[in-house]
């Protein structure tokens, strides 16, 4: 696997290649989530390139971004072992040499969800994978579904300018007893590290609510109280909206897919997952 940590070097190196390009950008702390996007990229694509930058612009809370684990050389190992081509790591002063002015909008996209609670997130989001898709220029790229607003508005963003390169979502990874695995999750203490599959499993009862026909803003206040009523659990938001609108909605649609979200803190931590439904074939991915 070869490193690249300036972006001159790296541009350079990608004019000499000639195959297709898969591209996995992540902020590090690599866990088996990541590496399965950095499988499925190596599958489908001949060579493989894995970024990690902590983007600045896009953490709406200090703290968060102060405490954000970094273990590049773990992360270096971990992704030789899966078979990674290239792992770029640009310098914060190289890709933010000088200060964004442009500020993206997704007509709503950006203000549900996780939009309400973090304010700015998805413009530093747009900013970042906007600058690594020029640097990268892949042929497809791929994110993961446990941050499904960020893969809906990727694809919106990508749409909307232009970028020559297929987004691929892929399924969440989860620890045997249910949680979404995420680098927040090492800040867990033991015993919240105990309670956090309780969040997989609310969001799976409340699918179950649905199919029995129990409406959604029924199964969103069912939802809301039990993740309030569970020991150290801090629910922020818990919705059921239409998975490309990521709208709220009120009753259950015959055809399409739509998606069960929520953010809990389990303080100071914070923790999101979600449940994609497709509704016509009743399957919950
Ligand atoms: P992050 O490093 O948290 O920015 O994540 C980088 C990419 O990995 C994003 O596309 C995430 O959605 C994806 N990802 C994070 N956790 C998981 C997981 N448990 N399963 C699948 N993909 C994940």
């Given at each position: 696997m070869k490193i690249f940590n300036g972006l001159k070097s790296w541009v350079n190196e990608r004019k000499n290649i000639k195959g297709s390009v898969g591209f996995v950008p992540t902020m590090g702390a690599l866990h088996a989530g990541h590496l399965a996007l950095i499988t499925q990229s190596r599958q489908e694509n001949d060579l493989t390139v894995c970024s990690i930058f902590v983007n600045?612009?896009?953490?709406?809370?200090a703290e968060d971004l102060q405490n954000y684990p970094r273990t590049e050389a773990a992360d270096a190992d971990k992704l030789r072992t899966a078979g990674c081509d290239v792992l770029l790591i640009p310098p914060a002063a190289e890709v933010y040499a000088s200060i964004p002015r442009i500020s993206f909008a997704f007509d709503g996209l950006d203000k549900a969800m996780e939009g309400q609670h973090r304010p700015g997130h998805f413009n530093g989001v747009a900013l970042i994978v906007s600058k690594l898709l020029h640097w990268v220029n892949p042929d497809r790229a791929y994110f993961g579904q446990k941050d499904w607003q960020q893969f809906v508005i990727v694809r919106q963003l990508v749409r909307d300018l232009s970028f020559p390169v297929s987004v691929i979502a892929c399924p969440t990874v989860r620890e045997p007893d249910g949680l979404a695995l995420s680098?927040?999750?090492?800040?867990?203490s033991a015993a919240q590290r105990q309670q956090a599959p309780q969040i997989y499993r609310v969001l799976q009862a409340a699918a179950t609510h649905l199919h029995a026909g129990i409406s959604p803003a029924q199964v969103t206040q069912t939802a809301m109280e039990t993740l309030a009523a569970t020991a150290g659990f801090d629910p922020e938001y818990f919705v059921v909206a239409d998975?490309?609108?990521?709208q709220p909605i009120n009753k259950m649609p015959d055809t399409g897919r739509i998606i069960l979200a929520t953010a809990v803190y389990l303080r100071p931590v914070r923790l999101i997952d979600n449940l994609l439904i497709d509704v016509s074939s009743a399957k919950t991915p």
């Open positions: 600045p612009t896009q953490f709406n809370n680098s927040r999750n090492q800040r867990l998975a490309e609108t990521l």
